[in-house]
């Protein structure tokens, strides 16, 4: 009877999982029967939250990414997690495949030619560059690897490390509040961490609902292209469906099978891609591109990081602020399943395979998919603007595969893609929220209760499907920001934690 967990019997942590389910049940209706209210209400919070941390954001990402850095060359490093005589539980590319997987969810795939458009067609106002211009694409290229290179990960990788090394070093308790133990000792569990948990929970849950939106965006307007007589509602509501039954039978498989296997599927479907748009693209100015985004990166990585120039600036607040408090809301509870999968791997492995490989595969990427948009977008800025302010920002990749002569091929592939990438995050994400919501985690902390991740898949699914048909995406991403509020000041925390390993690793990490 010790591994029976049974949602209809509670076996759920009350105060963590029952506010945030309700909280999210209110966001729905509200959504549904007052949409303008909604959604004004929670933008206003959202842009109060925005302008007033913003520079919080910026500052904490900055030190978390000197912190990553600082770590994976450090003594710390040679540590192994859960001890000398830990043995890994997955091989290393089960692992790298799973940890990139979980991360980018679809944020690739969408914003890999979206984001990069947006800053080429409407430059910030603290650069002064002409939109469409030569420089504006430079930019947009550096911008585009600021958002999504070192600096997010080390969000994520951070907080995962640190509950690694502490889960895994004689406090077995899946709780958020054990990554705080540097800092406040071996206390018992208390209120505190259990409000910790349940902000968390909301946040992850808000966030994977703005992912999934994003995907079932992605997806439909793939659809629209092949069969533009579709209904786009009935086809959202097909589309989420799918995603929700495929999501269900992979998630009750677990992380050595579903998990694992969806995700090598996943990794080998971003690399084929990303080699055939390379063989079939104009081969040399891809890899202008991505050498220009690397310069740009690294040339503007200090001004974008600390708003140099960029404080108060509407281009920081909508981007920078807004993608960093979005992977901040996401990276205590991810870090929860991070963490777990790590166990018998170094401190250096960790981050080499958290932090510096998805991050370098991100810019690869990054630069493949965005340079090729924006040399494309240059030879006719025109019809690329009409397409993103009237079809909106899913429509801009399947129009680069029809400008480059193959948007049958790489329209069905991407399509298979998205769905893919969602089903894949949807699982590693529900895994963590199940795990914290439990009451009793099981001897193995690879075995999770399917009837909560289940529970959460199917909210989450409801809960964006619903937003975006009543209210638009911007409703979860609204949620999802506000959400990064309180994980801003916690992974504060967190990473002053991770500095007092560092520099003590012996008193902290116990096992050795």
């Given at each position: 009877?010790?591994?029976?967990?049974?949602?209809?019997?509670?076996?759920?942590?009350p105060?963590?999982?029952?506010?945030?389910?309700?909280?999210?049940?209110?966001?729905?209706?509200?959504?549904v029967?007052?949409?303008?209210?909604?959604?004004?209400?929670?933008r206003a919070?959202?842009?109060?939250?925005?302008k007033?941390?913003?520079?919080?954001f910026s500052?904490v990402?900055?030190?978390m990414?000197?912190?990553?850095?600082?770590v994976?060359?450090?003594?710390?490093?040679k540590?192994?997690?859960?001890?000398?005589?830990?043995?890994?539980?997955?091989?290393?590319?089960?692992?790298?495949?799973?940890?990139?997987?979980?991360?980018?969810?679809?944020?690739?795939?969408?914003?890999?030619?979206?984001?990069?458009?947006?800053h080429?067609?409407f430059?910030?106002?603290?650069?002064?560059?002409?939109p469409?211009?030569?420089?504006?694409?430079?930019?947009?290229?550096?911008?585009?690897?600021?958002?999504?290179?070192?600096?997010?990960?080390?969000i994520?990788?951070v907080?995962?490390l640190?509950?690694?090394?502490?889960?895994?070093?004689?406090?077995?308790?899946?709780?958020?509040?054990?990554?705080?133990?540097p800092?406040?000792?071996?206390?018992?569990?208390s209120?505190?961490?259990?409000?910790?948990?349940?902000i968390?929970?909301?946040?992850?849950?808000t966030?994977?609902?703005?992912?999934?939106?994003?995907?079932?965006?992605?997806?439909?307007?793939?659809?629209?292209a092949?069969?533009?007589?579709a209904?786009?509602?009935?086809l959202?509501?097909?589309?989420t469906?799918v995603?929700?039954?495929?999501?269900?039978?992979?998630?009750?498989?677990?992380?050595?099978?579903?998990i694992?296997?969806?995700?090598?599927?996943?990794?080998?479907?971003?690399?084929?891609?990303?080699?055939?748009?390379v063989?079939?693209?104009?081969?040399?100015?891809?890899?202008?591109?991505?050498f220009?985004?690397?310069?740009?990166?690294?040339?503007?990585f200090?001004?974008?990081?600390?708003?140099?120039?960029?404080g108060?600036?509407?281009?920081t607040?909508?981007w920078?602020?807004?993608?960093f408090?979005m992977w901040?809301?996401?990276?205590?509870?991810?870090?929860?399943?991070?963490?777990?999968?790590?166990?018998g791997?170094?401190?250096?492995?960790?981050?080499?395979?958290n932090?510096?490989l998805?991050?370098l595969?991100?810019?690869?990427?990054?630069?493949?998919?965005?340079?090729?948009?924006?040399?494309?977008?240059?030879?006719?800025?025109?019809?690329?603007?009409?397409?993103?302010?009237?079809?909106?920002?899913?429509?801009?990749?399947?129009?680069v595969f029809?400008?480059?002569g193959y948007f049958?091929?790489?329209g069905?592939?991407?399509?298979?893609?998205i769905?893919?990438?969602?089903?894949t995050?949807?699982?590693?994400?529900?895994?963590?929220l199940?795990?914290?919501?439990m009451?009793k985690?099981?001897?193995d902390p690879?075995?999770?209760?399917?009837?909560l991740?289940?529970?959460?898949?199917?909210?989450i699914?409801?809960?964006?499907?619903?937003?975006?048909?009543?209210?638009g995406?911007?409703?979860?991403?609204?949620l999802?920001?506000?959400g990064?509020?309180?994980?801003?000041?916690?992974?504060l925390l967190?990473s002053?934690s991770l500095?007092?390993?560092f520099l003590?690793?012996?008193?902290?990490?116990?096992?050795?």
């Open positions: 009877m010790a591994h029976k967990f049974s949602f209809f019997q509670f076996n759920i942590r105060w963590v999982f029952w506010p945030p389910f309700i909280l999210l049940i209110l966001a729905v209706f509200s959504s029967f007052f949409p303008s209210v909604f959604i004004d209400t929670m919070l959202q842009q109060s939250v925005l007033n941390f913003s520079l919080g500052w990402s900055f030190g990414a000197i912190l990553a850095a600082a994976l060359f450090s003594p710390l490093g540590y192994k997690i859960g001890g000398e005589k830990a043995v890994p539980r997955l091989s290393r590319i089960s692992w790298f495949a799973i940890v990139l997987c979980t991360t980018i969810a679809v944020g690739i795939l969408f914003w890999g030619s979206a984001e990069p458009l947006s080429f067609l430059p910030p106002d603290f650069k002064d560059f002409e469409t211009s030569e420089a504006a694409r430079s930019f947009a290229l550096g911008a585009l690897y600021f958002h999504w290179g070192f600096t997010p990960y080390a994520y990788a907080p995962a640190v509950f690694a090394l502490m889960y895994y070093s004689g406090q077995n308790q899946f709780s958020l509040g054990i990554m705080l133990r800092i406040i000792g071996r206390s018992p569990h209120f505190w961490e259990t409000g910790l948990d349940m968390s929970l909301f946040a992850l849950v966030g994977m609902a703005a992912a999934l939106g994003a995907g079932i965006l992605s997806l439909s307007g793939g659809f629209l092949f069969f533009p007589e209904n786009p509602t009935l959202t509501g097909l589309i469906l995603i929700l039954i495929t999501f269900i039978i992979s998630s009750s498989t677990g992380i050595e099978k579903g694992k296997n969806l995700s090598l599927f996943n990794l080998a479907f971003f690399l084929l891609v990303a080699v055939l748009f063989f079939l693209g104009e081969k040399m100015k891809i890899v202008d591109s991505i220009t985004g690397f310069d740009q990166y690294f040339s503007n200090t001004d974008l990081s600390l708003q140099l120039t960029g108060g600036s509407s281009w607040y909508d920078s602020t807004f993608n408090a901040m809301a996401w990276a205590p509870m991810t870090a929860l399943f991070l963490g777990k999968i790590a166990v791997r170094t401190v250096r492995e960790f981050m080499i395979v932090w510096f998805p991050a595969f991100c810019l690869f990427w990054m630069g493949i998919f965005g340079g090729t948009t924006l040399d494309l977008a240059m030879l006719n800025p025109e019809k690329y603007s009409d397409l993103f302010l009237n079809s909106g920002p899913e429509s801009i990749v399947y129009q029809g400008d480059l049958k091929v790489f069905q592939v991407y399509i298979l893609g769905f893919v990438s969602y089903v995050a949807a699982d590693s994400s529900t895994d963590a199940a795990s914290i919501s009451k985690v099981g001897v690879f075995h999770t209760d399917n009837n991740k289940v529970t959460w898949g199917v909210l699914g409801f809960l964006s499907w619903i937003m975006i048909t009543y209210s995406v911007d409703g979860v991403r609204i999802s920001v506000i990064g509020l309180p994980a801003l000041f916690f992974l967190v002053i500095f007092m390993i003590s690793p012996k008193k902290y990490i116990k096992d050795q």
